[in-house]
């Protein structure tokens, strides 16, 4: 007899109902490809399962997210900690389509540099920092963009201090990360912004649908 396959495999036998898919995928698929090539809905019954009971190693590395990102957040008023989020969604989504793709030496780089000219403009001297890199550069030039529209919508002196600082802890991540995650190597830190923010967007999805207001902290830190 010849069994059917998981669509997604071709190799083990479906058994759990994938409301994503639209049709039965084998538990490995299920747990390895979830929220990453499959787009749960916030209402899927294993991932709601996963969340309440992680295993071991995702268990793990929550954890060792937490304890990178506290650091980074620590201290933060409410203004700083909403460019740091509006930053790292940028960083994101041109890490995602940018060619050649950048490294986290290029996200501190970018971070770094626009944080030097934001602050010798607040000692008076308008002078424009460089990347060392094509890349970096790039990634200025975006960071730049959002930050002047954040500053159309409510022009203020300490609103750039607050960039400042934001960036600073970002360089920081970049620089860091790759201690705590020595197995992700040159991209260490993107895949920390990676999963936090799509705990984030899961997070926000539960609100929307739940009715409660998440805690502060755990929109950043993928709590353990």
Do not use: N, W
Not at 153 to 167: G, I, K, V
Request: hydrophobic content about 40%; overall charge positive.
């Amino acid at each position: 007899m010849v069994f059917k396959t998981c669509p997604l495999c071709q190799q083990r036998r479906p058994k759990r109902e994938c409301p994503a898919v639209g049709q039965t995928i084998c538990a490995v698929c299920c747990g390895t490809k979830r929220q990453g090539e499959i787009t749960c809905p916030p209402d899927c019954a294993y991932l709601s399962s996963a969340r309440a009971h992680p295993a071991a190693a995702t268990q793990r590395r929550r954890e060792r997210d937490f304890r990178v990102l506290l650091p980074l957040i620590q201290d933060l008023s409410e203004p700083q900690y909403r460019l740091l989020l509006a930053f790292q969604a940028i960083i994101l989504k041109h890490a995602a389509s940018a060619l050649p793709a950048p490294r986290d030496a290029d996200v501190g780089d970018a971070a770094g540099t626009l944080a030097s000219t934001i602050e010798t403009a607040g000692r008076g001297i308008i002078y424009e920092h460089r990347t060392a890199s094509v890349p970096a550069q790039r990634m200025v030039a975006e960071l730049r963009e959002l930050l002047a529209e954040i500053e159309r919508e409510s022009p203020a002196a300490a609103r750039e201090r607050d960039a400042a600082t934001a960036l600073r802890r970002i360089e920081q991540g970049a620089r860091d990360a790759a201690a705590a995650f020595p197995e992700d190597g040159a991209t260490a830190y993107l895949g920390l912004l990676s999963r936090m923010m799509s705990d984030l967007g899961s997070q926000t999805a539960q609100t929307t649908t739940g009715g409660e207001q998440p805690d502060r902290r755990s929109g950043v830190i993928i709590a353990p």
